[in-house]
Each structure stands twice: as structure tokens, then as C-alpha cells.
């Protein structure tokens, strides 16, 4: 089984892109992120030719974020159910193929000390909170998503620049790891320990072509599910060519 996990930065922008990486790659589950488009306008009919079940939760011009599957998706859950009134759509959650799948797209924060970056801390606890009664060490879960969180100084072309800034702060970095805390396990070190590796890079400044980038897009993974992974990487490819997103997409691979 395939799973991957992709920010689109918008769909429509990146539909054609989207579907030969698709038939290229033949991923069995997709989590994708800033669709930048509301569900009625999601292209629905261009995946389901392709032989996947979708579930979307989008927005106007931002956010949005879907799954899509090659086998049915059940126990769907549209926003982080806590009763907190979140018109920001970053948070979709459902069953398949006996896994439990959550794609979200974590809030930028824009700069630290905003009014962004404390909507961006008070979601990750919202998240952390959901996680918390749910994720069991013994029952196959994935946390799937760009997160706007480079982890650790190797998930960052330049640590000493980017130390305090936003996608980078302490702060973040702590928020993230309590949200880990809760018994997730981040399957691209899990398989590449050390070195960089990075699936964002600026559109600005020839940032790709100069490797300045950022790993900010993570799949996380209860014990049960790391024992079946077998592979895991970042498609550094699919950032090249003519109007590519800015991030790469990351894919697991398990056992069947």
C-alpha cells in the first residue's frame, strides 16, 4: 500500500499536474492540501475516472484540504470536531482499507507574535487535544499533512537564519512535538535519519534551483503502522517543470 500526502496550492491550478503524478505513482490513499477551492468546485470527475473515492473539505481561495482513496472512505469527519467555531477549512478525517487517515493543513502563522501565529499555537492544541483519546500505539493511524513545522536544524537549508522565524520558531517546534507526544512517529526520519531533505521550496529567489528549502510536509504514524512501512521518500522530481506547487509531494510505502 501507497500512501502520500501532497499541498497542491490550489487544485485547479495544479489539476493536469495532479492526475499524470497520479497515474504515474498509482498511490492507494492521497491526502492533499490548499485546494483554494469549495467542494462543489473540486474536480471530482477527473479522480474518480482515475478509480478513487474522494472526500473534500474546501474553502474559497483558501485552505482546503481532501482525501482520496482507491478503496472506500468511511466515519468521515470534517474539521477538528471539538465544538470550537472554525470557519478555516484545515482538518479532514477518514477510515480506509483498515486505516485511520487524517489530512490536515496547518495554519502559517504568517510572523511570530501575530494574531496568525497565536491562531496557528491555539489549532496545533486543538489538534494535540483531538489526537490524544484517539491515537493507540497498537491501532493503525497516519497524520498527514503540511504541518508549516520544520522539526529539527536539518529540516532547514539555512538553522541559523531561520532560528526564531516563523515555520521555525521554538515555540512551533514544541507545539509540534507535543502534538508527536500523543504517540506519532515521523516515518521520513524513521527512514532517513540524518541529512536534509525537503519538500518546500520558495518560489522567490531561485530557491528550488539553489536547494534553499524547508521540510515542512510529514506523515506521522502510530508503532502499528511503522512496523509495515517499508519505504519513504520525497518526489523532489514533481517540483520542477512548468507551474509546479511549491512543495513536493512525500510518499510511504507498507506492506500489503
Not at 228 to 254: C, I, M, N, Y
Request: neutral net charge; hydrophobic residues 40%; contains cysteine.
Amino acid at each position: 500500500m501507497k500512501l502520500a500526502t501532497w499541498n497542491v496550492n490550489s487544485i485547479r491550478a495544479r489539476q493536469d499536474r495532479v492526475v499524470a503524478w497520479i497515474q504515474a505513482r498509482r498511490p492507494d490513499i492521497l491526502c492533499l492540501q490548499e485546494l483554494k477551492v469549495e467542494d462543489e468546485k473540486f474536480p471530482l470527475e477527473a479522480f474518480r475516472g482515475l478509480g478513487y473515492e474522494i472526500t473534500t473539505f474546501g474553502q474559497k481561495t483558501y485552505n482546503g484540504v481532501a482525501i482520496l482513496s482507491r478503496a472506500p472512505l468511511l466515519d468521515i469527519e470534517r474539521g477538528i470536531t471539538d465544538g470550537v467555531d472554525d470557519a478555516q477549512a484545515r482538518f479532514l478525517a477518514g477510515t480506509t482499507q483498515g486505516l485511520r487517515v487524517l489530512c490536515c493543513y496547518v495554519p502559517n502563522g504568517e510572523a511570530v507574535g501575530t494574531d496568525k501565529f497565536a491562531y496557528k499555537m491555539a489549532w496545533l492544541e486543538r489538534l494535540r487535544a483531538y489526537l490524544a483519546p484517539r491515537v493507540r500505539p497498537d491501532v493503525p493511524f497516519a497524520l498527514c499533512g503540511d504541518f508549516n513545522i520544520a522539526p529539527a536544524p536539518e529540516d532547514v537549508y539555512d538553522p541559523v537564519a531561520w532560528e526564531g522565524q516563523c515555520l521555525y520558531s521554538l515555540a512551533e517546534r514544541a507545539a509540534l512535538g507535543r502534538v508527536r507526544e500523543v504517540g506519532l512517529v515521523d516515518v521520513i526520519r524513521h527512514v532517513h535519519p540524518t541529512g536534509p531533505l525537503y519538500t518546500y521550496w520558495d518560489y522567490r529567489m531561485l530557491a528550488f534551483q539553489k536547494n534553499r528549502g524547508l521540510r515542512i510536509d510529514h506523515v506521522f504514524v502510530t508503532p502499528a503502522l511503522l512496523e509495515q512501512v517499508t519505504g519513504a521518500w520525497v518526489d523532489r522530481e514533481e517540483r520542477k517543470g512548468k507551474q509546479p506547487s511549491d512543495h513536493a509531494p512525500v510518499l510511504v510505502e507498507f506492506k500489503d
